[in-house]
């Protein structure tokens, strides 16, 4: 009895994973097909012959490489930067006590409701007048900010039980060090988590660098991706070579701290 | 992971000051992509090594549509690049009074205006009056795949040449293959509906726009005739309601008769497809007639000595030689009538016949100036067509109601 | 921690100025700021092809609520979110149940279901194209061997949205997912016991008991939710670039984008981006107002 209804659990499992990873197996599959493959009626679910050309042809088409590193440049700069301000906040919000402080928790909350494409043309004008036009600055001090990851690290700050933190207190700790050395070290997992989500969100970013850069210099990832669509259409095949060695780095890191990830992605959830 | 971040940091730091020359640098952007891109950037390149004292940085700005999101930022802050090749230009430079480019042109005594096509001048005027050179230019044709022609009965060589034979030749090429009641092959379809949209409406006779006052007159009886041709199209199953976005895939794939489209694909196409590929111009109406569609090169007000460098360089791009150049590479159509009397061209047209047809079809060509509410009219008639082949309304309603709301918006 | 009084420590208050401001500093200059001027922008004829701009009043929001393109992309957003979040939330939920089951494999199983959620957007949407193409796409291939009439997916003015949807579902599943199952782990197992020894039967367990002891995730979930379906915007921009047949799939987030980006009409655009914070506003205060019972377990 048991086993038979164990039975029907795999069943559903194994045909969900079937769906959710069916779009991944067609764009590694695609991203080795030719033009031909891709044309033919009705659709060929294997390339013919296993070809590289597409991703050569990437390389071939746009400075993959520069804009490879710029994209790590940002990237990295970004998830630095907000996890840092982000981590101090949610310091002060969970773990401290002053005035005003519902109100900020609160404000935090609310800048989560905004999508960025309503302040996009207000924010490009601020950083015009900075003159922060084409530079790394401009790329990253907008996004060091993050009403999510402030609220995502304070509820898991919250969870840091309040013992610890007077027994530190008591030894003489001040609030920096009870900050760094007792909870900081406790809480590795939440941190790496919003890294990550960070992380994720910023390599993809498309519009804002198309537009606040000017020089092939400064120019990041997404941008080359999208320049592999030609106008009016492009080949399918080579877009899902570009887009398979966007995703491998992510996929790196993905594996690298899964188990991590999972354990404070459900942690989110239960504050 | 901390030496990491500093190793980056030194790094874009050494990247960001060895750019620092005493060159003048023009700030270009360019909407050109694929293979129309990788020649732009070839010829970027060469103008660069064969002038020391000035430094283009051409900065792809994303297809038509990115590019005017990068304007758009652009205009609001006055962050405005020298000079660039852009859709829709002359209403980011001559609608806000900026005709310095016309300037330059009437100061160069080497500037041969007459070598362009008038109808190239027209699409480069906002308000009469040219704001901008023409540079990436293409008018629609009709590619036909010989393959499907032959085996539907028709002759591969006789391509139609008049509305009633494309809307006949269309249903005999339409199937349905596997029998699940849906036509698997269709006889005809294009992925920029608007523009043959306008074709359609110009070949029936209707001028589309009074530009001088921004007066409609697509909503006569001319324009509600070319809309209800277009019903019959999808009525009599000549062309698939709603799947324009798929039409190139459609053709590529071999499942398409005719594609009515930009010549630009001439140089990606030819002998590439799996299938014997024919290019004609498009069928006629009343008459001939073929919008003109591209972008233009335009500059933007700065100091002189940016001005002169980005004045020279668009002026290199538009010479005769690399105008050919760029025509051969991605059959864009040559904007210069010296242009096809070289030996380049001569030569083109003797092994790839394919290339003539868009090249000759100019005489036809049509255009008119830019105005403010091009854009808004743009998306007016692709809702009109969306709601005649969805049966949302009648041919004539449809093209009453876009009438009437761009007049409101004037 | 102990209180003296209504006061607060100076130097505990010293240490949290320290730590907040650079938040705070940074949260007014990019997002309050751009607000206000939004806010102040909505009531200007600002067009970026014109060189002037002045105050016009409430002229921006009365063109946009009688433009029917402003009122149909108001309910696609809210179709959006009435059919997406039940949705996902359902699927995850009972996804997460079965995956409860001390089943073997659960690492894999897990790590597959969440593997969308770190996919960038963009390419995503792209193989999503591919697969939804009525012509050469897999989908109508696949539902052809079980002898379904091949549907036109995004090009259809009844099914693009839920292609739209089915998509965002598979993309954000997995989140929820572990969320959840995170969830049911952490209730402890002597509450279905007991209940079971009481007579319940699963069906019963499972609302009286478990659905209960989750609320406060399922809370969260519904309102990340909301929050994230009014701001939906790349997959419609990539997979029905001009708002899908019919305007079927324009968005609020994407009618802003057009008006902004496309016709230059930055008034406008600021007048429907005020239209669209004060409804997410206003309907998670609502939510708030609703959901805070909270449950605790020990």
Not at chain 1, 165 to 182: H, P, T
Request: proline share 5%.
């Amino acid at each position: 009895m048991k086993k038979r209804k164990n039975l029907y659990v795999y069943f559903f499992l194994l045909a969900g994973i079937a769906i959710v990873l069916f779009p991944f197996f067609w764009m590694i599959l695609s991203a080795f097909k030719s033009n031909a493959d891709v044309y033919s009626y009705p659709p060929k679910w294997f390339p013919e012959k296993w070809n590289f050309d597409n991703f050569a042809k990437v390389f071939e088409m746009v400075p993959f490489g520069l804009y490879y590193l710029n994209n790590i440049i940002v990237t990295v700069l970004v998830t630095a930067g907000q996890v840092f301000i982000s981590i101090l906040a949610a310091f002060a919000l969970a773990r401290l006590n002053f005035p005003f402080k519902k109100f900020i928790f609160s404000f935090f909350l609310t800048t989560m409701l905004m999508p960025f494409v309503i302040t996009m043309i207000p924010t490009f004008l601020i950083i015009s007048k900075l003159k922060w036009i084409d530079t790394y600055q401009g790329l990253v001090v907008p996004f060091l900010f993050s009403g999510f990851s402030i609220f995502f690290l304070t509820n898991f700050f919250k969870t840091f039980p309040n013992d610890l933190q007077d027994a530190a207190k008591i030894d003489g700790c001040g609030y920096f060090k009870i900050l760094f050395s007792i909870i900081l070290p406790n809480v590795r997992p939440a941190v790496s988590t919003i890294s990550m989500f960070t992380f994720l969100g910023q390599w993809r970013s498309y519009l804002w660098p198309l537009i606040v850069t000017n020089t092939t210099k400064m120019r990041t990832l997404p941008i080359g991706l999208r320049y592999l669509v030609s106008e009016g259409g492009g080949e399918y095949q080579i877009m899902m070579a570009a887009s398979l060695m966007a995703i491998i780095p992510v996929l790196i890191v993905y594996i690298f701290c899964e188990k991590q990830f999972i354990k404070s992605v459900a942690m989110t959830g239960l504050k | 992971m901390k030496r990491i971040i500093v190793l980056l940091i030194v790094f874009s730091l050494l990247t960001i000051s060895l750019s620092s020359f005493s060159k003048t640098t023009v700030n270009f952007w360019y909407a050109l992509s694929g293979n129309s891109g990788e020649l732009f950037k070839k010829l970027v390149d060469e103008f660069n090594m064969e002038n020391s004292d000035v430094f283009v940085d051409a900065v792809y700005s994303g297809k038509y549509a990115d590019t005017a999101q990068k304007i758009t930022a652009a205009l609001a802050s006055d962050t405005l690049p020298d000079g660039g090749i852009i859709p829709a230009g002359p209403i980011f430079t001559g609608a806000r009074d900026n005709y310095l480019i016309l300037d330059y042109i009437e100061k160069d005594p080497d500037f041969n205006m007459e070598d362009f096509y008038n109808a190239m001048w027209d699409y480069s005027k906002y308000d009469g009056k040219i704001c901008a050179i023409p540079y990436n230019i293409s008018t629609p044709v009709l590619y036909y795949n010989k393959d499907l022609l032959k085996s539907s009965g028709l002759d591969p060589e006789n391509p139609p040449k008049t509305w009633a034979e494309l809307l006949e030749y269309s249903k005999a090429m339409g199937k349905d293959i596997n029998g699940d009641g849906i036509f698997d092959v269709w006889g005809m379809n294009m992925a920029d509906v608007v523009w043959i949209f306008k074709a359609f409406l110009y070949q029936n006779g209707c001028e589309i726009i009074d530009a001088h006052n921004c007066n409609p007159l697509f909503d006569g009886e001319d324009g509600i005739e070319a809309a209800k041709y277009w019903k019959r199209l999808i009525d009599e199953k000549a062309m698939p309601v709603g799947l324009h976005d798929l039409a190139e895939k459609m053709f590529l794939a071999g499942n398409l008769g005719f594609y009515l489209g930009t010549s630009s694909r001439i140089g990606k196409w030819v002998s590439n497809t799996q299938f014997d590929l024919g290019v004609a111009y498009l069928p006629k109406g009343k008459r001939y007639g073929v919008p003109i569609g591209g972008a233009v090169a335009v500059m933007f007000p700065k100091n002189k000595e940016v001005q002169d460098a980005t004045y020279r360089f668009i002026k290199f791009i538009v010479s005769t030689e690399k105008v050919a150049e760029f025509s051969i590479y991605t059959g864009y159509i040559p904007i210069r009538k010296s242009a096809l009397e070289m030996d380049e061209m001569v030569e083109l047209f003797k092994n790839n016949p394919l290339y003539e047809t868009p090249f000759r079809q100019l005489e036809y060509a049509f255009s008119y100036w830019h105005f403010d509410q091009m854009g808004n009219m743009d998306s007016l008639f692709w809702e009109a067509v969306e709601n005649i082949e969805r049966e949302v309304m009648s041919p004539e309603a449809a093209m009453k109601d876009i009438s009437k709301r761009l007049k409101e918006e004037m | 921690m102990i209180k003296i009084g209504k006061g607060y420590r100076k130097k505990e208050v010293l240490a949290a100025l320290i730590c907040i401001s650079p938040a705070v500093f940074l949260a007014v200059a990019f997002i309050v700021i751009p607000l206000f001027n939004v806010f102040y922008l909505s009531f200007t004829n600002w067009d970026l092809l014109k060189t002037s701009k002045k105050f016009i009043g409430f002229d921006n929001y009365e063109y946009i609520f009688k433009d029917p393109k402003f009122i149909k992309s108001m309910f696609n957003t809210f179709y959006f979110a009435g059919i997406k979040i039940p949705l996902d939330l359902v699927l995850s939920l009972f996804i997460a149940i079965l995956l409860d089951k001390k089943i073997r494999c659960l690492r894999f199983f897990r790590a597959s279901y969440f593997a969308p959620v770190i996919v960038p957007m963009v390419a995503s949407t792209l193989i999503w194209i591919w697969i939804y193409d009525p012509m050469v796409g897999p989908l109508n291939q696949i539902i052809g061997t079980f002898g379904i009439k091949p549907v036109q997916w995004l090009n259809d003015p009844n099914w693009a949205m839920p292609s739209v949807i089915l998509f965002s579902v598979w993309k954000g599943l997995g989140y929820n997912i572990v969320i959840f199952l995170a969830g049911l782990q952490s209730i402890p197992e002597n509450f279905a016991e007991a209940a079971k020894i009481d007579g319940a039967n699963s069906r019963k367990i499972f609302f009286k008991i478990t659905v209960p002891l989750l609320s406060p995730i399922i809370y969260f979930v519904i309102l990340m939710g909301i929050i994230n379906s009014f701001k939906i915007f790349t997959q419609i921009s990539v997979m029905t670039p001009k708002g899908g047949p019919l305007y079927s799939t324009g968005v609020m987030v994407f009618y802003i984008f057009q008006q902004a980006f496309e016709n230059y009409k930055i008034g406008r655009a600021s007048a429907a981006s005020v239209v669209l914070f004060l409804l997410i506003l206003s309907i998670t205060a609502v939510q708030k107002r609703v959901g805070t019972k909270h449950v605790h377990y020990d």
